[in-house]
């Protein structure tokens, strides 16, 4: 079953604004990661976050981890139409069977 | 280094035939998976192995075969086709099952 829920299911913006979108997850975890998959493509790694750490920074992107609300965050900055495409969260809760993906948010940069 | 090759990309079958998914990496990562994703479910685990002799059961396995000979090559067989099966199939390969994992490009079946 689904570990991660992201929210919003989709979400549409003028290029060069932010763009916020959410994960939530039901047990404890080991790490926290966010990936990306443009149309008709396999998915990409972007970022990933220990469950001892509370935010973490790669280029645009901005992630944080609140293990209390079992919740994480990713912050697009300065958003391009590039970075048009869906976004998911997958959490590693220790087991052998690895990274559980949530549904994913459809992300639309308008220009 | 090509990463996570997967193929084939696209494929028909009718109901009740058998087709084996391909899936090799050059990475040298012991842990790999198969994933399906349909339209509103995300990703969801078939199969995975976390090295070479060893697969396990993911969240779907009915219907679908998985061996690990090699630390390369992790094929997916169907053993007899359903419409249900119509999916888009990922195959990923990480060095842990918790790390980074890299992604194949996909195949998009459809059963009819």
């Known amino acids: 079953s689904q570990q991660g829920e992201e929210d919003p299911q989709a979400l549409s913006i003028q290029e060069g604004e932010n763009a916020t979108m959410n994960c939530s997850y039901k047990?404890?975890?080991?790490?926290l990661q966010w990936y990306r998959q443009n149309s008709g493509r396999g998915l990409v790694h972007l970022i990933l976050i220990r469950s001892n750490e509370r935010e973490k920074h790669s280029g645009r992107l901005r992630v944080t981890l609140d293990t209390s609300k079992k919740s994480s965050s990713l912050l697009i900055t300065a958003s391009r139409a590039a970075d048009t495409a869906s976004y998911f969260c997958a959490t590693d809760g220790g087991g052998a069977d690895g990274l559980t993906f949530g549904k994913g948010t459809h992300l639309i940069i308008q220009p | 280094n090509a990463g996570v090759t997967q193929t084939p990309k696209f494929q028909v079958l009718k109901t009740g035939q058998s087709m084996t998914l391909q899936c090799a990496q050059d990475m040298n990562h012991e842990y790999m998976s198969w994933y399906r994703q349909d339209p509103g479910m995300g990703l969801r685990l078939i199969h995975y192995?976390?090295?070479?002799?060893?697969?396990d059961q993911g969240e779907v396995p009915n219907g679908y075969n998985v061996s690990r000979s090699t630390t390369e090559d992790f094929p997916l067989r169907l053993l007899s086709a359903a419409p249900s099966q119509t999916s888009v199939y990922f195959c990923a390969s990480s060095y842990l099952a918790s790390a980074e994992a890299f992604f194949g490009q996909g195949t998009r079946l459809t059963v009819v």
């Open positions: 047990t404890s975890i080991n790490n």
């Open positions: 192995s976390v090295g070479a002799g060893i697969t």
